[in-house]
T-cell receptor, first 116, second 116 residues
Framework: AQKITQTQPGMFVQEKEAVTLDCTYDTSDQSYGLFWYKQPSSGEMIFLIYQGSYDEQNATEGRYSLNFQKARKSANLVISASQLGDSAMYFCAMREPGGGSEKLVFGKGTKLTVNP | EPEVTQTPSHQVTQMGQEVILRCVPISNHLYFYWYRQILGQKVEFLVSFYNNEISEKSEIFDDQFSVERPDGSNFTLKIRSTKLEDSAMYFC??????????????FGPGTRLLVL
């Protein structure tokens, strides 16, 4: 079974509008971390935002916020006031430290295109 | 702002040749990682490294791969005899701590390896 599922291969949004990128995850651990990374066409992986499984508040970082619904095992990224520079691939990832694992497991990504 | 650096940015090699990909992690980080991303696919974990030894590796990380921290700053990935299917973007990442879910891994810009 997929650990991280991103069901939207591509999304389009108008500049200045908000967009939600979906991510669902599968884990039996109580302690885990969820991350979002941005990958522009140049290829680098840029960390955007983190949500811990025990965090009661949704994480926010500037225009990025994470809509964390633990019971539904979803961690959707919300980008407010989209900018042209937000056009990129977006990857959701999870880390399950129980058992000593340090690796990030990534979803397949969502390609976001911001239209002027 | 401290960042992970990687060299070279691009490498082209012939099948069967050895390649060494180099990374300089963030200076106060203790945990180092290699990931790869085959073109158009998701990012996959290869190996993690702490205290001068491998702490975790994936099934991709077979005997053809090795990692080393030859000095206090560099972290290298060696592929002994490259195959066509090794063509991918290789990312180095580092984190300050591990063992908890919230330690963010910061990625370098990647090395794009092409095996001919």
């Amino acid at each position: 079974a997929q650990k991280i599922t991103q069901t939207q291969p591509g999304m389009f949004v108008q500049e200045k509008e908000a967009v939600t990128l979906d991510c669902t995850y599968d884990t039996s651990d109580q302690s885990y971390g969820l991350f979002w990374y941005k990958q522009p066409s140049s290829g680098e992986m840029i960390f955007l935002i983190y949500q811990g499984s025990y965090d009661e508040q949704n994480a926010t970082e500037g225009r990025y916020s994470l809509n964390f619904q633990k019971a539904r095992k979803s961690a959707n990224l919300v980008i407010s006031a989209s900018q042209l520079g937000d056009s990129a691939m977006y990857f959701c990832a999870m880390r399950e430290p129980g058992g000593g694992s340090e690796k990030l497991v990534f979803g397949k990504g969502t390609k976001l295109t911001v239209n002027p | 702002e401290p960042e992970v650096t990687q060299t070279p940015s691009h490498q082209v090699t012939q099948m069967g040749q050895e390649v060494i990909l180099r990374c300089v992690p963030i200076s106060n980080h203790l945990y180092f990682y290699w990931y790869r991303q085959i073109l158009g696919q998701k990012v996959e974990f290869l190996v993690s490294f702490y205290n001068n030894e491998i702490s975790e590796k994936s099934e991709i990380f077979d005997d053809q791969f090795s990692v080393e921290r030859p000095d206090g700053s560099n972290f290298t990935l060696k592929i002994r005899s490259t195959k066509l299917e090794d063509s991918a973007m290789y990312f180095c990442a580092s984190s300050e701590h591990s063992g908890t879910a919230q330690e963010t891994q910061y990625f370098g810009p990647g090395t794009r390896l092409l095996v001919l």
